[in-house]
Structure formats: structure tokens, C-alpha cells
């Protein structure tokens, strides 16, 4: 073991305590030591997040602490998403060391933290590392682009690391082209966008050439990427061939199969069969080597050697004996060679094969020895001319009587005689006498099928279908099937002898199984029988047609699929390669057509242009909206004479609107708010039932007026028998500090079944009280009833209570309320946007703006563009809400998404959230 392997068998108590000390400590080699055991401890699977300011401590040590630093950062990054932020320094620091590795180290580090507030310190240093002078760093920086592209798409392609990337495809060194190739052709599959890596009659032999100086991995990444070039002739392919060729002699099987796999995709393009003859020859010896592998990378190579061989059977005709199994091969590998040999076998090898397929019918391993039988049939069945020697091979193995054989020679003689019908009929009595071996389930019907079968030719025919059928109740389904058909064909070969257990197994059919495809045959067979020998005999006695040996083939398609798939996993599995490769796929990479407004990076820039975009907001209310309410409730009694009519209390909905005070902008607090005056429309829930409320039914909710203020709207239900008067409200202490602003005006009497509808006017200067969380609790006053008391859950109406003065913070001061605001707090809904919110961001920051929701940044280069906004509810509660408001992100589309934070954890605040973001959508989907 290694001198540090005891690092990764530790487990004292107080492991984390003294992880820490070790981490503090004034000495490097202490330090050193700390961070081996806290990497070997998190490689192990234990949590040491808490760990991670004492690790990035650390980064100033040398290049192997720095490692260790770094490898535990890229663990622990997205657990601790706030404290990676400060290692963003370190990493900016270290991409402009002098040392190349360290530069390297920092780069590669930074691509692998998936995390956007890293990428986007990222960019400026990556852009450097492309154009590094030390090609190390070059390399490095290739990769990075596409891990860059794995977490943030568009700012890969909008920062032109592309465009870099491809130019890095004519680098003088090796490793960096193919670092480049291999990075281009990941975000090409990614992307689905194939024209990204060039492949061309000029590229593809720069490609060739740098491959000759490359390591294994880059030969395999160009190898791969140039598979699926097609030269434009056969000069062309000559070339590529000769430069491949010396691939097949690598040490790497991933190598040998990549360059096997394009030189089978370009023999098609040579123009003479002696030159594929020649390719045959060559590409055989690195494919037998392969087999000397262990026994995993034996199995992917006979999985690549089997689709070569169906397509090209002369491949390896004349080393079949490289397919022999050895005793230590694993199951899986038997397997695939044992398909392999009946692949390859021949009339020339066919006396070694079958020698040998008859060793391996003596193996212990069952399931592997009865592979082996099925073999030998597989052969007689492609090859008419030793179907004789297999029967007899068969046959001999019949002899051993021994039950797992004698029933898999029964299975297989099913198919060899159907191939062969009125041929072997010696092996036929032969396999019937050793019936009292078999009890397979499979194995018996096989032979029942063969007795029925060959009734005719069998001396014993209805003795043994009576033995059979005497236990027929005891038998399996597919083996009481098959004795339904060999007695009516023994009844038909037979005649009047066979009548008898014919009928007996009819009748079991028919009247005893419980099977329903036993007796519905049964019954076939019976009606078939009503009508005549001559109809029976033309269905169940008609000629039948033959087998062929088709396990393990192909579909031509899928074959000439996979072969151009070779050394790939669509080649080890036999299944398409699109089967595998849609899981990661983005949209095509397209470069930015335009953008919906300046970009405005959050917390990158001074200017706080956005707050004007949308300044023109509506007033809040003030003392001069209040009197103009009072006005309105003077004007409203002058005309009603300072009485209610018995129409004024009749239900809100029945109230026509006053013109002339629609007129003034002003609406009577005894009339229904018009759409044209309201904001934020009233949900209107039942506050107060009836039963609760003495008999008065109070329904409403909080909302605000024309002028932008905000009030209680109330509808007040007399459904007693008396009338009521002398109504009253107060409120109690509540987190907002909302008091009313005016008294309650209910006019006296509210007769028994009238409604009356009224708006309350609230102000925020009242004291606050936390405790009583989002509730708003109300008590009214009125005669006869006395007090009843109800309570308004601020969360449902949260857009009520914003303040539409104070709500726009400062970048820093959004940032800092963000993070301060754990990830599993957020909530997220949908948006839909009207047609004036999708083409014009100025819209949405007014309309949101105009309810006391404020765009502090926007970032219009993001795909798709995102704006950030923040509110703060009134009061001296100090309630912000925070948001990220994705706009729509494809055209055509107007769904959009909204994620919001509440720097709040009272109860409720979840609630307070949906309510944003229901508003949010609401405001952003009425046309203007």
C-alpha cells in the first residue's frame, strides 16, 4: 500500500475537530498532512463540507497542496455555493502564475465548478489560457471550453470561445489540436449541430498528421471525429487508409477499434477488391491480439468482432480457432465466441468446430454446455452438407444420457427437423426412447411436437402419447398444447388406434382446463374434426415452412448502422447509437441575432439607468387622496340625500356606476369599484360567516384604489331577521402597521337580506407586531350584535402592501438580500406574457414598476434574457422580495418563468411568494 493509503482507514472520534487543527496549523507539512486526510475522507464518502473555509485557506501552498485544494473545491462547490465565491480571487490569481501547471490547474478547475457565479469570471481568463504560449495550458483551456458549454451554452457561443476553438485547429501542437477536435465534436453532438468541427478534404489530413505525434486518448478523439468523413474519391481514401493502417498496431484496443472502425467505413470508397482483401488481412491480426485482453475488454471486442464478422464472413474464416473457449473465460465471453465459431464455421473447419462444441457439451457449466448443443444444430442448419455429422454428433450426446443434455438435444432436434423434414428418422426413435430423462417444460413439448410430428413413422406412437397424456393435468400449458396437436395428428396418421387418447385429451380440454388457451384449441380441434378428415388434414397436416438459422443476425439497416458505430457502446449493445446519445443533447448553437435592450450585467456596472426606464409610477396616496375621498362620500350623500335607498342595499352587483363620479376619477365607497379605477382587483373571500358573525356575512380583501392607495374592501350581508346599525372597525397590531385611515361607513339601518359594499381606507403608521405573522386581524362593531372578530391573510394579496416608493434596491444591496436567502426558500411559476411585454422590456419594468415591483438589472445577452426586480413591503417590517424574471426564451413563444426569494422565514411566507408571482404574471399578461 502506498505511504498515504492509512489516510483512508480512519475513523476516530472528533475526526472533523482535528481535520480542522490540522488544517489551521503554523507548520506546511502539518497542513499538507490535513489535506490528504480530508481528501481521502471525502473520497471515502464522508461529509467534510464543513471543512471548506479551513481547505481554501490553504491555496497559497505549493503546486500538490494546491491540487488537493482544488479537487476538493470542484467536490464541495455546489454544496457551499456562497463560500465558492471566495476562491474566485485564487483561481484569477493563479491563471496568470508563472508556473504553466498552476495556470493550467486554475483554468481547469473553474470549468469543472458548475456554477454561473464562477463562470462568469471564467471568460477573461479562459480567453487567455486559449492563446497561452504553453501549449500545456492550450490543451487544458480546449477541454475547458466544452465543460464552459456544458453549464452555460450561451455564454460559450456569445463570447466567441467557438470561433477560438476552431482556430485552435491549425495549432502547431499535437495535443492541442486534438484537444480542440475532441472539445468541438463534443459540443457539436451536444448541440446537434454537426458543422462545427470542419471535416474536409483539407482538415481531415492535418488531423492524420498531428495524430502520429498525439497520446493514445488524442489518437482515439481525431480517429472518432474523422469516422464519419466521407472522402470525395478513391485516391482520397487510399491516402486516410495509409495513414491509419499504423493505428491497428497500438497497445490500446480503444485505438485498434477506432482505426478499425473507419477503415471498414472506408473500404466501400476503394476501387478494388484486392485492396479490401489486403485491409481484411491487416485489420485480422489486431483483432485476434485483442482477445489476450481481460476478459471486459475480450467481451467489447467479440461484440465489434461479430458485427465485422456477419458483414465480412472471409475476416478471420481462417483463424477459427482463436474463438476457442478457454476454461477461465467468463460466461459472457463463452457466449459471444460460441456465435462467433457458427459464424465462422465452414465445410473446411467444420470437423475442428464441432470437435470442440462436442468438448464443451461435457462441461459443468450447464447453461454454457447447452449453448454449445445449440451450436452444433445452428450448424446443421446453415450448412446442409454436415448436417448429417452434426445429427450424428447429436446423437451421441443422446447416448450419454445424461438429463440437461438429453433435453437440450430434444429442443434443438425440434429446429434441425423442421429444417430437414424426412430426414435423421434414426435419431427420432432414439430421442423418444430417452423420454424418461426428460422433464423440462420446454424439453417435453419439443418431443411431444417431434411424436406428433412423426406419428406415422413411429412404432409406439399412441402407447407413448398415452403415457404422456396420462399426466396431462400435471403438465405445464405450452406441453398441454402440444398434446392436443400430436394426438389429433396421431388420430389423422394413425386412424381408429389413436382414437381413444385423441378423445380423451379433447375432452380435458374442453371440459376440465382451466387454461383458456387450452381449451379454446381444443375446442378448434373439435369442431375441426366435426367436419371431416379431409378439412383437418389440409389445416393441421399442411406443409410447413423451414427454419434457418437467424440468432444473433441483424437487420440490414441497423447492421450497416452499427458497423459505422464500432468501438462505440451502439456497438456493444447492438442498439442505435441515437439510443444512446440523446440524453445530453441542447438546441443547435446559433449565434445572437439581436437583443431586447442594453445588457446590463448584475453588479458589473455603476450606472442605474434600469430605475429610470420605468420611473413614470402613479403617486402614493397622500393626505390630498384622502380628502378627495372624503369629497366623494360628501358628494355621495348630497345626492342620496344622505340616505341609502333600498337600491343602494341590494347586492354590489347590481349597483350601476356613478358617471359623474367616474368622471372626478373617485368612486363611492357604497358602489362597486370600477374596472377602470382599480389596480389590484379585490379576491374576494369570505371573511366572517354568518354563523360566526352573529348573522352579519362579511366578504373582501385587501386591494388598492385609482390613486394607488390601499384599502379594505368590504361587503357587508345582513342575513338575520333584524336590522343591524352603529357599525364600527378597528384593527389590531400587525406586521405591516396597517391602521384605517378613515372610520367605516355602513349606512344604518342595513335591513335583514341587504348587502352594502364599502372600501376602508388604510395607511401604514400604525404599531408593528411580528408575532402576528401575515394575519390582519379585524374586529367590528355593530348593534344588535355587538362584536365579532375576523382576520385577512396578508400573503394572499401581497401585491397589496408593497411600497411603491421604496421597493428598488441597489445592486449590492440585491445581491447581499439573494444570498442571504437559502436555495431551498425559492419559488418558481410560470409567466405568461401579453404581446406589448414580449417586444418591449420598457413595458414590463413600468407595468411591473406601476404595483411596486422594480427592475434593478437586466441581462438582456443571457438566452433567454433575465431581469432581476425587488420589492419591499410597507411598514416597519422591511419584507423584501426578490426575483428572477426569465423571459421567454423561443420564438413564438410568450411563457415565460419567474424564481422569487422573501427575506422573511415568518409563517407564511411561502404563501406571500405565490402570491408575487401570480401577480407578477397577472400584470405581465394584460395588454396595455
Known sequence: MAPDGRMYHSSRKGEIFELRQGLNATTTKERKSSLKR?????????????????????????????????????????????????????????????????????????????????????????HAALKDQDPYVRKTAAVCVAKLYDTNPTVTVEEGFITELQELLADGNPMVVSNAVAALSEIASASNTPTLLSLTSTTVPRFLSAMSECTEWGQIFILDAISSYTPAGAEEADLMVERIIPRLQHANAAVVLAAVRIIVNLMPCLDSNQKRSFLCKKMAAPLITLLTSPPELQFVALRNIGLLVSEYPDLLSSNVRVFFASYADPLYVKTEKLNILVRLSSVSNSNSVLSELMEYASDVDVIFAQQAISCIARIAIRLDVVSEKCVSFLS???????????????????????????????????????????????????????????????????????????????????????????????????????????????????????????????????????CGADAIQQIVLSNKLGVEDITGTLPDELQKELLRSLSS?????????????????????????????????????????????????????????????????????????????????????????????????????????????????????????????????????????????IELDLEFHNSSSLPMGDFAIQFNKNLFGLVPDAPLHVPSPLGPSSSYRTQVPLRPGGDADASKKFLLQIAVKFSPGGVVYFAEDVSDHIAAVLNKQGGLLSKPDYLSAWKSVPDTSEVRGPVTFSDDAITSVGWISTKLASSGIFTVAKRMSAKPPVLYLSSVAMGPSKIVMLAELTLPGERGSNVGAIASRITSDIEGSVSALVSFNETCSDLLGRPS
Open 396 to 530: 451421441e450426446l443422446l447416448k450419454r444420457q445424461v438429463a440437461h443434455i438429453t433435453e437440450q438435444v430434444a429442443v434443438v432436434l425440434k429446429d434441425v427437423l423442421r429444417a430437414y423434414p424426412d430426414r435423421f428418422s434414426e435419431i427420432i426413435t432414439q430421442v423418444c426412447e430417452a423420454s424418461e430423462h426428460i422433464d423440462d417444460p420446454v424439453a417435453k413439448a419439443a418431443l411431444v411436437w417431434i411424436i406428433g410430428e412423426y406419428a406415422g413413422h413411429l412404432p409406439r406412437t399412441v402407447e407413448m402419447l398415452q403415457v404422456i397424456t396420462n399426466a396431462i393435468d400435471e403438465e405445464a400449458t405450452p406441453v398441454q398444447l402440444q398434446m392436443l396437436t400430436a394426438c389429433v395428428k396421431a388420430y389423422l396418421a394413425v386412424g381408429p388406434g389413436a382414437e381413444e387418447v385423441c378423445a380423451g385429451v379433447l375432452h380435458y380440454a374442453t371440459h376440465e382446463s382451466e387454461t383458456v388457451d387450452v381449451r379454446d384449441r381444443g375446442f378448434i380441434y373439435q369442431r375441426l374434426i366435426s
Open 569 to 709: 457502446v451502439a456497438a456493444v449493445y447492438h442498439k442505435p447509437a441515437k439510443t444512446f446519445a440523446g440524453g445530453r443533447r441542447r438546441g443547435p448553437v446559433v449565434q445572437p441575432t439581436g437583443d431586447m435592450g442594453e445588457e446590463d450585467l448584475l453588479g458589473l456596472e455603476e450606472a442605474a439607468d434600469e430605475a429610470s426606464q420605468g420611473s413614470s409610477f402613479p403617486a402614493t396616496a397622500d393626505s390630498t387622496a384622502t380628502s378627495s375621498r372624503q369629497f366623494g362620500d360628501s358628494l355621495l350623500d348630497d345626492i342620496l340625500g344622505g340616505v341609502v335607498s333600498p337600491a343602494a342595499s341590494a347586492p354590489a352587483a347590481s349597483y350601476p356606476e356613478s358617471n359623474l363620479l367616474s368622471s372626478l376619477g373617485m368612486a363611492s365607497p357604497g358602489t362597486p369599484q370600477a374596472a377602470t379605477n382599480t389596480v389590484m382587483h379585490t379576491q374576494r373571500n369570505v371573511l366572517l360567516p354568518a354563523e360566526r358573525g352573529k348573522g352579519l356575512l362579511i366578504t373582501g380583501g385587501l386591494s388598492r384604489d385609482g390613486t394607488g392607495a
Open 38 to 126: 480530508t481528501v481521502a475522507a471525502m473520497t471515502l464518502g464522508k461529509d467534510v463540507s464543513s471543512l471548506f473555509t479551513d481547505v481554501v485557506k490553504n491555496t497559497a501552498g505549493d503546486l500538490s497542496m494546491k491540487k488537493l485544494v482544488y479537487l476538493y473545491i470542484i467536490n464541495y462547490a455546489q454544496a457551499k455555493s456562497d463560500l465558492a465565491i471566495l476562491i474566485v480571487n485564487t483561481f484569477i490569481k493563479d491563471a496568470v502564475d508563472p508556473n504553466p501547471l498552476i495556470r493550467a490547474l486554475a483554468i481547469r478547475t473553474m470549468a469543472l465548478i458548475s456554477l454561473e457565479k464562477i463562470t462568469e469570471y471564467l471568460c477573461d481568463p479562459l
